[in-house]
């Protein structure tokens, strides 16, 4: 019975499935972006929002046990050294997913998945200065001739 098996096993065995997860992982962490399937990226950050989860305490357990899942060196000392200084304070949600069409060869919805703290155009946005119009102003300035002709009266 299949109890309590929810997971997508994306058409391979638990070995290739394994590999695939932990070489797309290891992408992710170097490039901080990676374009692939919706499917494998929904795999992929369950996959790893615990690994990054795990980076938040520098111990050597720590260390032995994400390496254990990527199975590369630069790709740990990368996510321990710049990664985990920047997710420190963050609760969770490290990805994010956006989905950009269908690929052209088998209509498969394709996506980029990403470290949620180093898009920059989506964290960089500054707050838009308040807009102004190219109107001309309603009010008539009055000229010399008139302020003195009213402080005469």
Not at 28 to 40: G, Q
Not at 109 to 128: F, H, Q, R, S, W
Request: proline share 2%; net charge positive; with cysteine.
């Amino acid at each position: 019975m299949r109890h309590n098996k929810k997971f997508n096993h994306l058409g391979r065995t638990a070995s290739h499935r394994s590999a695939m997860l932990s070489n797309m992982a290891t992408s992710l962490i170097i490039h901080k972006r990676i374009k692939t399937t919706v499917a494998k990226a929904k795999a992929l950050r369950i996959y790893i929002e615990p690994i990054i989860t795990r980076s938040k305490a520098d111990t050597t357990h720590s260390r032995r046990m994400v390496f254990r899942k990527l199975q590369s060196k630069d790709a740990v000392s990368e996510l321990f050294r710049d990664i985990s200084a920047k997710i420190m304070d963050r609760p969770g949600g490290y990805t994010r997913i956006l989905k950009i069409g269908n690929r052209l060869g088998d209509n498969a919805e394709m996506c980029i998945i990403e470290l949620v703290d180093y898009n920059t155009n989506m964290i960089g946005k500054a707050p838009k200065a308040a807009k102004t119009t190219r109107r001309r102003s309603t009010k008539k300035v009055k000229t010399a001739t008139e302020t003195t002709e009213a402080a005469a009266e």
